[in-house]
């Protein structure tokens, strides 16, 4: 290859890269070559690329050199030229005339003089002014000029488009841009919405349209679009410095729609590039659009919270100050080259705008400065049940009655009698034994009803102190046993303990047989609090023999319930969804709602761990609908939805998984965005419900709320969950088309997946990298990556999988031009299968696609007969795994090389039971119907063959 050729190649590859600093570096590079050549033309072509390059990445001043010195060129000799060479100079005439309004210390004659040029151009060309029309309302609109700006629409939209116009998406953009300037927002709309409904070819749509768009949505009270417009816009450009102008439109959207907090994340994300930004306008902009945000921020109390830029940590209210002035600073300047001041009004309409609307949630999760501090729920206290008690009942009756809701696990109507009493002897003299009972049973309503322990602590004290007096020791004993337990509830197990465990020794051995399975149980409750599950359970098999001799129909269940959580202590977990489901049975049949809930947690709880999750999701579905306290019902919900987020029913529980997103989010101080986040629980959360929404088919929705989750994880310092999390994105991109995010992203797991215990997912990271690049015919890089993870395969000794990744390189080198390479490496690939001593499925499988992946490269290598052999046995192979549809295919590729052979008889054969086992419609029975036609005209069957084209509809 020549040094000419090599340069010309390296002027090729500009064009095909995309735009960004990359691009800029290979422009110059060509550059430097083709001046080291001395070649004119070589010189010519590489600035003609690189103008382009330093438009649309970031670079525009440089423009303006290569489009100058290429202008003079063509002018010295336009026959030398190319009719091409014309065309772009005449479009690139438009780069530069909105560069040059964009930079202060350029004249404002000097674009007038690049102006008339571009029109005498065009004129003498033939052809419409409608491009320059264009760009002489963009040097008025730019000045303030709203007569001219106006006169140069109305010609602009007049004029004819052609080819020098402006792309479909990008003319219309501009439109708009005029009338949201005039306050005419509903024809902004009007206008923009056809224009979205259309297919958009161009890099920079529907993007900016969309970024136009924003605000006149708002205005019309479109607040759905408005919502969507950003979202969609924003993630098309947050990494392009060149589209730092739609990004200061985000900005200033979040800043008068209530949504600072979005425009800090934004703010922070992009203030390093306020020192590198396309253009001074462009500064200016963003310096205005930040200076609102951070205004509104430290004006709802937010000034001291710091954010992080290369030169160290700015408190917002600082940064506010120092943005305003930097961007009224700039608006100074260009009114002062424009001999006007209506920069610096735009830039103070900006930084001093108030919200559009109170509040637009930009996501389900959004925060906004008004939110609350925290939305947790608190318990609620169940309705208190109202009884009937007769007028005369003398307070022992009263008494008895009340022990008798308790004993029989009436609670709730015994609560409501232990009211009443208090209401109707609250001023009479009571005995001792009356004041023991009356203790007791307000102990039992105070920590049972209101779950207020100090007072059932208080209570229970009186009551053993006065049962003790009168000498009546199963009372005693039994007060003393739930006083210890309600001790040891409040965490003083130390002095709680011993009580519970010499009431139950006293009740087991003297006490009457009624009371022994509630000590017991008492007990292992305080064994529970203390940590000593092995002790628990075995008082709970006391209790469990004594509870059949129980007044209270809830005991045997409330013992099984016991059970179950202290077998799930011990690891147990199978016994104790056992005993779960024994409780709750027993709980359901007698309607006891909340023993059925607790026991429907507990089971749920066992079930998840067990790996049954359509039994567990039942269970927690059950505790849900029958739990009283929000918290309660609100972790039921958590476990639910973490188990269904991974399935089909997804959708169901978005809601949930949002509402306790949404309240970690409240809890968290406003500098803690995601990137500094340590709340573990919070990141799983958004993880969970990253993996609900790609599920329901919300891509947008799912990519956000993981792209939140994966510096969440890390800050959490679970770098496990958080390269769980950076797959699920990478899935979540590759499948929503946005392909360098996730090529980005499997390369970095590929990073982290350091090791040769991660190599076999190491290797399928390389892998699916590969097949993204195969995708968008990038295949010399896809051969390359796909040989990478054969290596990795290598290494761990999968090679059915390293057979596959060097399969797949051999076809990407095909589709790239090297067949020599291709047909190396397909034997490489041939070497590796041979040594599988494997019959198994999956060697099967490989064995066929390799026989027919290996025709495909040796056709491109142009060796018929040998594509035709390796075809051999294919087709049986997929038979032989039930791999149908594949194996016709083989016979239809083997149909086609017969007939390129010229073997029309031989060809037909193969191809009419293809035909006839293709399923109607498909794309395979209409390739077999068009590759029997080709072999019937072969051998001069026309008729035969026309009448094959009309069943199959090949005419059309």
């Not at 083709?34 to 010189?43: Q, R």
């Amino acid at each position: 290859m020549t040094d000419e050729t090599r340069v010309r190649e390296m002027i090729a590859h500009v064009w095909d890269m995309p735009y960004g600093a990359a691009h800029i570096a290979a422009a110059e590079e060509a550059m430097r070559h083709a001046d080291a050549l001395g070649s004119a033309d070589l010189a010519f072509h590489a600035r003609m690329a690189a103008t382009p390059a330093y438009q649309h990445g970031g670079e525009p001043a440089k423009a303006f050199v290569t489009f100058s010195w290429c202008l003079s060129e063509y002018d010295k000799d336009p026959g030398r030229h190319k009719a091409e060479d014309a065309e772009l100079l005449l479009w690139y005439f438009k780069y530069v005339i909105s560069s040059l309004t964009k930079f202060p210390e350029v004249p404002l004659d000097r674009t007038y003089e690049v102006l008339d040029d571009m029109q005498r151009r065009y004129t003498i060309g033939g052809h419409s002014l409608h491009a320059v029309y264009q760009y002489r309302w963009v040097v008025a609109h730019h000045l303030g000029d709203d007569a001219a700006a106006d006169e140069w629409y109305a010609k602009w939209c007049a004029a004819p488009r052609d080819e020098n116009s402006d792309c479909a998406g990008c003319d219309p953009t501009s439109k708009v841009a005029h009338l949201v300037s005039r306050g005419r927002f509903e024809e902004a709309v009007a206008l923009g919405e056809p224009v979205l409904a259309g297919r958009l070819g161009c890099r920079e749509q529907p993007q900016s349209i969309l970024s136009e768009l924003m605000v006149p949505y708002v205005r019309t009270g479109r607040l759905e679009e408005a919502r969507d417009a950003h979202r969609r816009a924003y993630r098309a450009v947050r990494g392009m410095l060149a589209s730092m102008g739609d990004i200061n439109q985000h900005i200033y959207f979040c800043g008068v729609t209530g949504n600072e907090v979005r425009g800090l994340e934004l703010i922070e994300r992009h203030l390093d590039w306020l020192d590198r930004a396309p253009t001074p306008l462009t500064a200016m902009y963003f310096a205005a659009a930040s200076g609102l945000v951070l205004r509104r921020l430290a004006e709802a109390g937010h000034g001291d919270v710091t954010l992080r830029r290369a030169a160290g940590e700015v408190t917002v209210a600082a940064l506010a100050a120092e943005l305003a002035a930097q961007a009224r600073g700039l608006a100074a300047r260009f009114d002062e080259r424009n001999r006007t001041g209506h920069q610096s009004r735009r830039v103070e309409e900006w930084l001093t705008a108030e919200p559009i609307v109170e509040r637009l949630p930009l996501t389900a999760t959004a925060r906004s400065l008004t939110s609350p501090a925290s939305t947790e729920p608190e318990p609620v206290e169940p309705e208190p049940v109202e009884v009937e008690v007769p007028d005369g009942i003398s307070m022992e009756e009263l008494l008895d009655r009340i022990e008798q809701g308790y004993r029989t696990g009436d609670e709730r109507t015994a609560f409501g009698l232990v009211r009443a009493f208090e209401e109707r002897f609250a001023d009479e003299k009571l005995t001792d034994e009356q004041a023991a009972r009356r203790a007791d049973y307000l102990a039992a309503a105070a920590a049972n009803e209101r779950g207020d322990l100090a007072e059932a602590e208080r209570q229970w004290t009186e009551a053993v102190r006065l049962y003790a007096d009168l000498g009546h020791e199963d009372r005693k004993h039994t007060a003393r046993g739930r006083l210890g337990l309600t001790i040891c509830e409040l965490g003083r197990q130390d002095e709680g303990l011993p009580m519970t465990e010499d009431a139950a020794a006293y009740l087991l051995t003297q006490g009457a047989p009624h009371l022994r399975a509630s000590a017991a149980h008492r007990l292992a409750g305080a064994l529970l609090r203390g940590q000593r599950p092995d002790e628990a359970l075995a008082a709970l098999d006391v209790a469990a023999e004594y509870a059949p001799d129980s007044p209270n129909p809830y005991t045997v269940f409330a013992v099984a319930l016991s059970r179950a959580q202290c077998l799930g202590m011990l690891g147990r977990v199978g016994e104790s969804v056992t005993a779960a489901r024994q409780a709750h049975e027993g709980f359901a049949r007698l309607d006891h709602r909340p023993g059925r809930a607790a026991a429907a947690w507990a089971m749920g709880l066992g079930l998840e761990m067990t790996g049954d999750a359509d039994g567990a999701v039942a269970a927690f579905d059950d505790a849900i609908a029958h739990v009283a306290d929000p918290r309660a019902r609100a972790d039921a919900r958590r476990h639910r939805a973490r188990l269904l987020a991974n399935t089909p029913r997804a959708a169901e529980v978005i809601d949930d998984l949002i509402e306790l997103v949404a309240l970690a989010e409240e809890r968290a101080p406003l500098g803690a965005r995601p990137g500094s986040r340590s709340d573990l629980a919070s990141a799983q959360l958004r993880f969970d419900l990253a993996v609900a929404y790609r599920h329901a088919g919300r891509l947008l929705d799912a990519a956000e709320i993981a792209e939140e989750a994966v510096p969440a994880l890390d800050a959490a310092e679970r770098p496990d969950l958080a390269d769980r999390c950076r797959y699920l994105l990478a899935s979540i991109y590759r499948e929503m088309g946005e392909t360098d995010g996730a090529l980005a992203m499997f390369d970095q797991l590929a990073v982290n997946l350091d090791g040769f215990d991660n190599a076999p997912a190491r290797g399928q990271m390389h892998e699916e990298a590969a097949e993204i690049l195969y995708r968008l015919d990038r295949d010399a890089e896809a051969a390359t990556r796909f040989v990478t993870a054969a290596e990795t395969f290598r290494a761990c000794g999968l090679a059915i999988d390293e057979a596959r990744t060097r399969r797949m390189s051999a076809l990407s080198l095909r589709w790239a031009g090297d067949p020599d390479a291709a047909v190396a490496r397909l034997a490489e690939a041939d070497a590796v299968l041979a040594a599988v001593d494997s019959d198994e499925p999956p060697a099967r499988w490989e064995r066929a696609m390799l026989g027919y992946d290996g025709a495909r490269v040796l056709l491109g290598a142009d060796r018929l007969d040998d594509a035709l052999a390796r075809l051999d046995g294919v087709a049986a192979r997929f038979r032989s795994i039930d791999a149908y549809a594949e194996a016709l295919q083989a016979e239809l590729f083997a149909g086609e090389l017969l007939l390129r052979q010229g073997r029309a008889a031989e060809a037909e054969a193969q191809l009419r039971p293809v035909l006839a086992a293709a399923p109607t419609g498909s794309d395979l029975s209409q390739n077999a119907a068009w590759l029997l036609c080709e072999a019937l005209e072969a051998r001069g069957r026309s008729e035969e063959a026309q009448r094959i084209r009309e069943e199959y509809g090949l005419n059309d």
